[in-house]
């Protein structure tokens, strides 16, 4: 890295996190000094970060860009490497506008104030982390570096069952995070080459078949619990039944996309050769989910469980758009996750909205809603219509992308594309 280039992404994790150290000593005598720190801070690092790839990236420009590299530990081949490119790029302004809008959801916060924001600080160092590192074993860190925060955040500020739902997100993320370990030792370790946990170097090495196919099916399994892809997903309705409504924002609009993030880096851009023998399957967890998740939100009562299972089925198209090996579909398959991020958390912010003024989120006791609070009712109503892909707006567009590119793939037969197109649809 030269001297006389600004390590932007660097300061974008730093800030945040040194700013979580410092949640301790912020003088807070009205109880308002600490929201408009956190807030502060949230919104400072996104306007950075928006600054930084408005000056600095280039859109026209493939690979990676404003790259940083340092030596960590090199006695295991661990280095402080980070860039963005055109995948990771609209995920950490994803990353960014999502947790700054929690911040402000999380106004009312008075329990434990000083502790709740300084794990939604140190949770956004982390998923920007998780999206700039170019190291495997730096990724993995900072992918741990994220579950505590959001196990505290659930079991301290959630409802009744609220360590059910936190130890249960807990145990399923920690366990499938064994198989991220395990696979960054073996890619690390395989052949005569240098000891490293480069991701560009890792994705140049050729690997056996069989090796590939593991690493796959392991990768899949971590990746596919951040996702909620079925059956790996029980752990999202309960964790979203049970959180706060700020932190149901970070969970559907940042976390779920990691899980996609990690597929796409990893198991389609390092494992080509698996990726092709696991396309159907990824095609047929993607039509699961989305026809399992849209008929359990279907029959959910609960607002925010409802929410949960429609994310469910919205990480479906996801998937489909992963597997389709098309540009289309793979370019729908992003625009799906910046969609639903932006729209799952604006439906939760309003749904906290709610929350406070009617203090349920059984829909059947929220009759006349529309009188009490017409405003929220419009937004919700906008909200609701752009999470069923209405027509001209962004759920429709990456949808109709995934389906298309999809349907013209040369991958798969035509009765296979038909059959599953009208499954989906």
Known sequence: MFMDQIPWLTILILLPLVAASLVPIVPDKDGKQLRWYAFGVGVL????????????????????????????????GLSWSVAVDGLSMPLVLLAGFVTTL????????????????????????????????????????????????VYLLVSIWGGKKRRYAATKF???????????????????????????????????RHYPMVMETLLYAGLLIAFGVKLAIFP????????????????????????????????IRFNMEMLPDAHVQFAPVLIALGVVNIVYGAFNALGQPNMKRRLAYSSVSHMGFVLLGIAS????????????????????????????????????LFMDEMGGISQVMPKVFALFTMGALASLALPGMSGFVSELSVFVGYSTSDLYSSPFRTVTVFLAA
Request: with cysteine; aromatic share 14%; net charge negative.
């Open 232 to 263: 790996l997903h029980t752990w999202l309705p309960d964790a979203h039944g049970e959180a706060s409504a700020p932190v149901s924002m970070i969970l559907a609009g940042v976390l779920l996309k990691m899980g996609a993030y990690g597929l």
């Open 170 to 204: 807990l145990l399923y993320t920690a366990a499938a995070s064994i198989f991220i370990l395990v696979a960054a030792l073996a890619m690390a370790f395989y052949g005569d080459g240098a000891l490293t946990f480069d991701m560009t170097e890792l994705a140049a």
């Open 45 to 76: 690092d996104f306007v950075l970060m928006c600054y930084a790839f408005w000056t600095e990236y280039d859109p026209h420009q493939s690979g990676l860009q404003l790259v940083e590299h340092y030596d960590w530990i090199p006695q295991i």
């Open 325 to 360: 090996f098309s540009d289309l579909g793979i370019s729908g398959a992003m625009l799906q996750m910046l969609s639903h991020g932006l729209i799952a958390a604006v439906l939760f912010f309003l749904t906290g909205v709610t929350y406070d003024r009617t203090h349920t």
């Open 102 to 149: 929690s911040l402000f959801a999380a106004w009312q916060v008075d329990r434990k104030p000083r502790l709740f924001y300084g794990l939604i600080l140190l949770l956004y160092a982390a998923q920007i982390g998780v999206f700039v590192a170019q190291d495997m074993m730096l990724l993995f860190i900072m992918w741990e570096l994220e579950l505590v925060p």
